[in-house]
């Protein structure tokens, strides 16, 4: 199920809710009881690899361009 996001726009309050793609645009309810409106964002994410890990390059090897470490002239 995705996750969606929602901001009021009265307090800034966000709200993050798993729910079905059919009723991503349906409103929340507000969690407090208080009566405000939440708007559905667009929300951001990233993903990210381990520290030092090259993207891109070869299909293995020890050298970025995936060639055996120094056949390709670098060392």
């Known amino acids: 199920m995705p996750l969606y996001e ?10 993050e809710l798993l729910r079905p793609m059919a009723d ?14 939440f708007k559905r964002v667009h929300s951001t994410f990233a993903t990210g690899g381990a520290p030092g890990l090259t993207i891109g390059g070869g299909g293995g090897g020890c050298c970025p361009c995936g060639k055996p470490d120094g056949s390709c002239g670098r060392n």
């Open 6 to 15: 929602y901001i009021c726009e009265e307090d800034g309050a966000r709200l």
């Open 24 to 37: 991503a645009d349906r409103l929340p309810d507000d969690p407090e009881g208080r009566g405000r409106t």
